[in-house]
């Protein structure tokens, strides 16, 4: 398990997703499968009935095999399969969109049930295999850069469970205004205090300082012994002095302090070898980086074309699912129309 596989993390984005988390548990005699998803109206009626699709929440997940063994595996995914379609067609569920775990690489496991297809390389520190992870992990120009603004003056500050994110929200939003961020990631302030409420324990605030302010702040998950850089943000006109360099070695050395055995920090925002934010992270995991999948399904087909003809879209675009394309004006324009 992680945290993205528990019900209050779902809860945490049922206003964004505008949906509601549910969880499938299917039991059997080989196993159990857990699934947990944000259900999402459709936002267009077919004869007159309303219509699903279902969404990892943001970040990862996905269904996850809880017990059963590796011998009987492929039987149990097979009855998963026809268990959730039964479930999907009756709770009149018409696709799915999953983001596999790439750290626990869960996708592999369900090949049978999706259309599993490789999104991009995601990218960890290795706490546990190394004594020194710092000197294993981090490259030499990496560790050059952080003696040297370190000497200049920046520090950095671990707090967990804090008592308010008021402060890293304001760094936060100032980070995706400055990025051109999409309203997505806008996270309002009803989100961060659901964070502390449902995850206090687990939060761990990093933030650097220079001169007794705050320059920069990353929120990360402490669960089962990983650890995931959550959200980030830095102040512009401290860019000089490599604030995002002194967190993560922050977090690493508190990690390896307190037993954690893996910094996740995801990847790049594509899956080019050349992503430069996926350069970036790799400066800080020279040895460790996993793969990262989705799933697409369409759970019913004769619903799903209906509903991209009266969207507009081509059922077979890249999008998925088709009919809630950013680029489809008609999509926009009829939310409302009943079939």
Same mark, same amino acid.
């Given at each position: 398990?992680?945290?993205?596989?528990?019900?209050?993390?779902?809860?945490?984005?049922?206003?964004?997703?505008?949906?509601?988390?549910?969880?499938?548990?299917?039991?059997?005699?080989?196993?159990?499968?857990?699934?947990?998803?944000?259900?999402?109206?459709?936002?267009?009626?077919?004869?007159?009935?309303?219509?699903?699709?279902?969404?990892?929440?943001?970040?990862?997940?996905?269904?996850?095999?809880?017990?059963?063994?590796?011998?009987?595996?492929?039987?149990?995914?097979?009855? #998963?399969?026809?268990?959730?379609?039964?479930?999907?067609?009756?709770?009149?569920?018409? /696709? %799915? =969109?999953?983001?596999?775990? *790439? @750290?626990?690489?869960?996708?592999?496991?369900?090949?049978?049930?999706?259309?599993?297809?490789?999104?991009?390389?995601?990218?960890?520190?290795?706490?546990?295999?190394?004594?020194?992870?710092?000197?294993?992990?981090?490259?030499?120009?990496?560790?050059?850069?952080?003696?040297?603004?370190?000497?200049?003056?920046?520090?950095?500050?671990?707090?967990?469970?804090?008592?308010?994110?008021?402060?890293?929200?304001?760094?936060?939003?100032?980070?995706?205004?400055?990025?051109?961020?999409?309203?997505?990631?806008?996270?309002?302030?009803?989100?961060?205090?659901?964070?502390?409420?449902?995850?206090?324990?687990?939060?761990?605030?990093?933030?650097?300082?220079?001169?007794?302010?705050?320059?920069?702040?990353?929120?990360? #998950?402490?669960?089962?012994?990983?650890?995931?850089?959550?959200?980030?943000?830095?102040? /512009? %006109? =401290?860019?000089?002095?490599? *604030? @995002?360099?002194?967190?993560?070695?922050?977090?690493?050395?508190?990690?390896?302090?307190?037993?954690?055995?893996?910094?996740?920090?995801?990847?790049?925002?594509?899956?080019?070898?050349?992503?430069?934010?996926?350069?970036?992270?790799?400066?800080?995991?020279?040895?460790?980086?996993?793969?990262?999948?989705?799933?697409?399904?369409?759970?019913?087909?004769?619903?799903?074309?209906?509903?991209?003809?009266?969207?507009?879209?081509?059922?077979?675009?890249?999008?998925?699912?088709?009919?809630?394309?950013?680029?489809?004006?008609?999509?926009?324009?009829?939310?409302?129309?009943?079939?």
């Amino acid at each position: 398990m992680d945290i993205f596989f528990e019900e209050n993390y779902g809860r945490l984005y049922e206003e964004i997703e505008d949906g509601e988390c549910e969880v499938f548990v299917f039991n059997h005699s080989l196993g159990t499968v857990r699934h947990l998803f944000i259900k999402r109206e459709v936002p267009v009626r077919i004869g007159g009935e309303t219509y699903f699709d279902i969404v990892t929440p943001y970040g990862y997940g996905g269904p996850v095999i809880m017990s059963g063994e590796d011998a009987d595996k492929t039987e149990l995914i097979q009855e #998963f399969k026809i268990a959730f379609q039964k479930y999907c067609l009756e709770e009149k569920i018409i /696709s %799915e =969109f999953v983001r596999f775990h *790439p @750290v626990l690489g869960n996708a592999k496991d369900f090949t049978a049930c999706y259309e599993v297809i490789f999104a991009r390389k995601t990218v960890g520190t290795n706490l546990r295999d190394y004594d020194d992870p710092i000197q294993s992990e981090f490259s030499k120009s990496t560790r050059k850069n952080i003696r040297h603004v370190m000497r200049n003056g920046v520090d950095y500050r671990v707090t967990v469970n804090p008592k308010s994110l008021e402060l890293f929200k304001e760094i936060y939003h100032i980070n995706m205004k400055r990025i051109g961020a999409d309203t997505y990631y806008y996270f309002d302030e009803d989100y961060f205090s659901k964070c502390l409420q449902y995850f206090g324990d687990q939060i761990v605030l990093v933030e650097a300082l220079y001169e007794g302010q705050v320059i920069g702040a990353e929120l990360h #998950f402490f669960y089962n012994n990983i650890i995931h850089t959550h959200l980030s943000g830095t102040l /512009s %006109e =401290f860019h000089h002095l490599s *604030p @995002v360099y002194v967190m993560t070695y922050g977090i690493a050395v508190w990690g390896k302090e307190h037993g954690a055995h893996l910094i996740h920090a995801g990847g790049g925002t594509s899956n080019r070898p050349d992503d430069s934010l996926y350069l970036f992270k790799k400066k800080f995991g020279q040895n460790t980086e996993f793969d990262f999948y989705i799933g697409r399904k369409v759970w019913n087909q004769e619903v799903y074309d209906k509903v991209c003809g009266v969207a507009g879209t081509i059922c077979e675009t890249e999008f998925f699912p088709a009919y809630r394309s950013r680029e489809t004006e008609a999509f926009n324009e009829i939310q409302n129309v009943q079939g």
